[in-house]
């Protein structure tokens, strides 16, 4: 019997990652989601931007049921750790510095989440 393919979503505290883990979620019988984030990562800040459809609480994923990790990609060697564990069948990659203001500011740090990050999951 095949397993369910790995999917594993970076950024998953973050906008496009949120909701993209909770839409996966949704197939436990399909996909074992997991996702990483560095800040924001919680079951309640999934509830409180993401409440159930239909407002029933049942539904909703709990602590046991959503699959998340604090992972800083800026971490070459945990982020290589972290895949060899989990040995993901699929990545996507959601993290990013998506504000220019903020990645003006932080320009070398915004670098290398947007793009050595990027090459480094490749």
Known sequence: MKSNPTILITG???????????????????????????????????????????????????????????????DHAATTEFLMKHRPDVIVHCAAERFPDAFEKNAEESYKLNVESTKHLA
Not at 13 to 20: D, H, K, Q, T, W
Not at 29 to 58: A, C, E
Request: aromatic letters at 10%; zero cysteines.
């Open 12 to 74: 998953a505290s973050g906008m496009l990652g949120r909701a993209l883990h909770r839409l996966l979620n949704n197939f436990p019988d399909q996909y074992n989601v997991i996702g990483t984030g560095l800040t924001r990562l919680s079951v309640d800040h999934f509830h409180k931007y993401y409440p159930p459809p239909s407002g029933d609480d049942s539904t909703a994923p709990s602590a046991t049921t959503v699959n998340l990790h604090y992972l800083n990609l800026l």
